[in-house]
């Protein structure tokens, strides 16, 4: 996940989706969300060229699954990330979100239709 500012950034993960953090360098998060890993990434002299454009603000192909959608959506509010679109219930049951993080990386979230 392409970030601006690393510790930022990882206050942010941290807060909201209680990552544990592994490993950090300058540039660099390694972290978990259960068996999931985490990396978030700053721009640094090593990327390639226009790797910032590239990489952050950008949809990110990944879904978080919460227990709480509402409860969800206040602490990225809180945290200083954004609800890009609100809760829709899907007929196939569910409940669908998109949110972004402060620097505008966009996530899918769903909550399972409680039975």
Do not use: C
Not at 79 to 100: C, D, H, L, Q, Y
């Amino acid at each position: 996940i392409g970030v601006r500012d690393i510790e930022k950034a990882k206050s942010f993960y941290t807060a909201v989706f209680g990552i544990e953090v592994k490993n950090q360098s300058d540039n660099y998060v390694s972290a978990y969300l259960g068996d999931a890993h985490i990396e978030l990434e700053q721009d640094s002299p090593n990327r390639f060229p226009a790797w910032t454009e590239r990489n952050i603000g950008t949809y990110k192909n990944s879904e978080f699954i919460v227990s709480d959608m509402l409860s969800f959506l206040a602490e990225v509010r809180n945290n200083g990330g954004k609800v890009i679109s609100e809760p829709v219930e899907r007929p196939w049951g569910g409940t669908n979100a998109e949110i972004a993080d402060p620097d505008g990386n966009i996530f899918l979230v769903s909550q399972e239709a409680k039975v």
